[in-house]
Nanobody, 126 residues
Framework: QLQLVESGGGLVQPGGSLRLSCAAS????????IGWFRQAPGKERESVSC????????NYADSVKGRFTISRDSAKNAVYLEMNSLKPEDTAVYYC???????????????????WGQGTQVTVSS
């Protein structure tokens, strides 16, 4: 059973930082492109960022470019989302997901991702 587990969410003030982690259970993350998505209350889920299998390719939604950084650590079998200069509009449940079809690249198309974690809440508020 492929399982993804997010952690690192919490309450942070505007301008603050958080680092989210996505860990895998039962499989090696290196075989998948990994994406981060988020869903704010009353809104549809949206893409945030993705990273290719090797980590050489990354993509970001325009809303987070320059503030968020995605990375992966093969030794720890984990993917991270470093979030800086957080804004209230970043408040959402953040999900990581695995795409088994992307080989060299990664994409921000939600329907490409087959495996999802349960999400971690990020709240940006003063």
């Amino acid at each position: 059973q492929l399982q993804l587990v997010e952690s690192g969410g919490g309450l942070v003030q505007p301008g603050g930082s958080l680092r989210l982690s996505c860990a895998a259970s039962g499989f090696t993350l290196d075989r998948y492109a990994i994406g981060w998505f988020r869903q704010a209350p009353g809104k549809e889920r949206e893409s945030v960022s993705c990273i290719s299998r090797t980590g050489s390719v990354t993509n970001y939604a325009d809303s987070v470019k320059g503030r968020f950084t995605i990375s992966r650590d093969s030794a720890k079998n984990a993917v991270y989302l470093e979030m800086n200069s957080l804004k209230p509009e970043d408040t959402a449940v953040y999900y990581c997901a695995a795409d088994p079809s992307a080989v060299l690249l990664c994409n921000l198309r939600e329907f490409e991702y087959d495996y999802w974690g349960q999400g971690t809440q990020v709240t940006v508020s003063s």
